[in-house]
């Protein structure tokens, strides 16, 4: 594959993202697929899916996992029912997390990302241990699968995921770095946070985002690539100098015009890659 190709993350039935004949029409090769729901992930339907995008000459490379009853509404919302953190749906998600993996092996894709949740910032909290074996397992059932399990950076700061990744201490376990994110929770900057974790950073969303909320805007609302204040040059620069060079998946989830943000997107990426 060349180096640092551009992707969007792409969406089938469930989540935000753009949709396959969306991606087709930006010409770009590379996706990152938000898991369609259930009765779309049998084996014959996930045959059927990579086979689309096998015509459509695009690599799946990421499969990331969401669930039903998910609320980004607020940040409490968020920490009560986001990924496998809240302990009441744990075990249901959890089951479904496996069964993403063997979906996403049909496709033949080798990472599998989700956003865990609020993981507790305070290893001593009682939650800690139950979030860290749920972690464990799936990375185990990803490993027999021949995948990478990626976290989705959230909420915690880089310290407190380079914690969290220790005490699970399992080799598949990386991170989907979005800088956006470290941006909309307030998590710390985002370069000096890639800086930090960048020897788990295996896949990356370009997503951008402002420090301040317009009128009525929603905490989690992003902004088109390279009007935010992530630095997307800056950030593509950092992610060259580590070395990194997979996919730059373009996220764009709150826009009034998806289509033109992300053809503007894949334009700034194209130039800034060269660079
Ligand atoms: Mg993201």
């Not at 920490?79 to 033949?108: H, Y």
């Not at 989700?114 to 507790?120: N, S």
């Not at 992610?239 to 943000?261: F, H, N």
Request: aromatic share 6%; net charge negative; proline share 5%.
């Amino acid at each position: 594959m060349e180096k640092m190709p551009v992707g969007v993350f792409t969406s089938i039935g469930a989540g935000l993202g753009a949709s396959l004949d969306a991606v087709k029409q930006l010409g770009v090769r590379t996706v990152h697929l938000h898991a369609p729901h259930g009765d779309m992930r049998s084996p014959e339907k996930a045959a059927d899916i990579r086979r689309q995008f096998a015509e459509a000459g695009i690599t799946v490379t990421v499969v990331f996992c969401g669930f039903e009853g998910e609320s980004y509404e607020t940040i409490p919302s968020v920490q009560q029912t986001i990924g496998l953190v809240p302990r009441a749906t744990r075990a249901v998600r959890l089951k479904e997390t496996l069964e993403i993996s063997d979906f996403a092996k049909v496709l033949g894709v080798d990472i599998v990302a989700m956003h865990l949740g609020a993981v507790p910032e305070d290893p001593k909290d009682p939650e800690y241990p139950g979030i860290v074996e749920a972690t464990r397992l799936v990375c185990e059932y990803c490993q027999r699968n021949g995948q990478r399990f990626h976290l989705e950076t959230g909420q915690e700061t880089a310290d407190a995921l380079l914690h969290f990744i220790g005490a699970v201490g399992r080799d598949n376990l990386a991170i989907n770095f979005d800088p956006a994110n470290m941006i909309l929770y307030g998590a710390g900057e985002p370069i000096s946070a890639l800086k930090k974790v960048s020897q788990y950073v295996k896949s990356v969303h370009c997503k951008d985002a402002k420090n301040t909320r317009g009128p009525g805007q929603k905490w989690y609302e992003d902004c088109a690539l390279g009007t935010g204040d992530v630095g997307m040059e800056t950030f593509i620069r950092t992610l060259k100098g580590l070395g990194y060079e997979g996919p730059l998946t373009i996220e764009r989830e709150y826009s009034a015009d998806q289509a033109g943000d992300l053809a503007e997107a894949v334009r700034l990426l194209e130039r800034l890659r060269g660079v």
